[in-house]
């Protein structure tokens, strides 16, 4: 019975696994194996180790001396070519960043015992040759070292080529409309997809730099594997190592000494309040070496601020159904009444002059009650310091407050050389 219950709960694991894995924005390393004379060999055989981890991948040079790794996820890597007869090559250090895919230079093998390795430092970028696709790709060193107060990766956006954003507008790639960029996290679009139009600004998960390893921006000529949107960002979440590393962090801003605004000091307003907190934790390790690996991260966000604001108010006469104004007399005024006269007609009694009895309607009064009666200042409404007319100046320090925490994990399994599931 027990293993009757067991066999479906892994078989669901397993096609659930299946399916979160081939939506990782995976990347490719392809190449060509020749000769001395720069011909073809066939059958050479070709090994991949990802460094750090030292998961496997094996395959063979086809008639054509070509070979391809598929469907790898970011990392550092290493390549190993052995052929009877020729001395092994081994290029170091290939970064392979996130849906891109890298190609490397025509391999020529020198004749020589298996023994003997040609070592070549493969470099962090390579010439992409089998596809026209135009990518960049923000790095973790990036993403860790340079300067972000808020920690949203998306601000490195705007250093990418062709992406344009301003204070004003809303951030574009290549002059593009933003409903038509596509957004991803470990291949699963996180983007609002009923309201697109600030779809390259706000993401409704809000992503901070510990959920972040790197992004790639592809602007133009985007391959058909990567879904929908004429240009992607592809985000991959960080994943653990073979060493335990972990990152604590902690930031904090107040305005102790900044001073108070001109015309908060000019009605009388004290200093709007800023207590900022932000801060976590992040990191990970081997749960079993090389086969199992863990990443989790933790990060609060805490802002209590306050900014002022400045709104319209109900002079205590126009609250009454009171309306102030000054007569204006195109020709001659009526008897009594002269040209710049203020004036005050309550709207009621005229109503009432007419047949109609009308009052204030109970949930508007409800919600002038709640309005502040005070009067500070006269840079809004129609009043002025010497006259009260009908709306004027209210200016008092609201509240902008914040609280957020994000939290979440990563598991890499990699049970031999032919398979790999991630979480």
């Known amino acids: 019975m027990r293993k009757q219950r067991v066999f479906p709960i892994v078989l669901m694991l397993l096609l659930v696994s299946t399916g979160v894995w081939a939506q990782v924005p995976t990347g490719a390393i392809v190449g060509t194996v020749l000769d001395p004379n720069g011909l073809a060999i066939h059958q050479a055989e070709v090994t991949l180790v990802r460094q750090g981890t030292a998961a496997e991948y094996k395959t063979t040079t086809s008639e054509t001396g070509a070979f391809r790794f598929s469907s790898l996820p970011a990392g550092i890597y290493r390549v190993r070519i052995t052929f009877t007869g020729f001395k092994v090559y081994e290029f170091s250090d290939i970064k392979l960043d996130a849906g891109t895919e890298y190609t490397l230079p025509p391999v020529r093998l020198e004749l020589g015992d298996v023994t003997e390795t040609v070592t070549v430092e493969a470099g962090a970028t ?7 696709q135009l990518t960049d790709t923000v790095e973790a060193q ?4 340079l300067p972000l107060g808020n920690r949203n990766p998306l601000t490195l ?12 507008t809303v951030t574009v790639i290549a002059g593009q409309r933003p409903s038509l960029s596509n957004v991803t996290m470990d291949g699963v679009n996180v983007q609002d997809n009923f309201i697109r139009a600030n779809s390259l600004n706000f993401l409704p998960n809000l992503p901070l730099l510990s959920q972040v390893a790197e992004f790639t921006v592809t602007t133009s000529n985007q391959s058909l594997a990567q879904g929908f949107g004429a240009s992607q960002v592809s985000m991959v979440t960080p994943s653990g190592g073979n060493d335990w590393q972990f990152e604590g962090f902690w930031f904090h801003r107040n305005n102790a000494l900044a001073a108070n605004s001109w015309f908060n000091n000019a009605t009388g307003i004290e200093k709007p309040n800023l207590i900022f907190n932000q801060g976590g934790v992040n990191g990970g390790g081997p749960i079993l070496t090389n086969k199992l690996l863990f990443y989790g991260y933790y990060e609060l966000f805490r802002q209590r601020q306050q900014s002022a604001q400045n709104h319209v108010v109900l002079t205590q006469p126009a609250r009454q159904g009171i309306f102030t104004y000054t007569a204006t007399c195109t020709t001659s005024c009526p008897p009594g009444i002269t040209n710049g006269q203020v004036l005050q007609q309550n709207i009621f009694d005229a109503l009432a002059a007419r047949g109609i009895n009308l009052g204030i309607d109970p949930f508007i009064a409800d919600i002038l009650a709640m309005v502040p009666t005070e009067i500070n200042n006269f840079r809004t409404g129609d009043s002025t310091a010497s006259q009260l007319f009908n709306t004027a100046g209210f200016e008092f320090n609201k509240r902008a407050n914040r609280t957020r925490d994000n939290y979440g994990f990563r598991v890499d399994y990699i049970p031999n050389t032919k398979h790999a599931i991630y979480g």
């Open 126 to 132: 390579g010439v992409r040759t089998t596809d026209a």
């Open 157 to 168: 956006l705007g250093l990418q080529a062709t992406v344009n954003q301003n204070a004003r």
């Open 142 to 145: 990036q993403i860790k070292y």
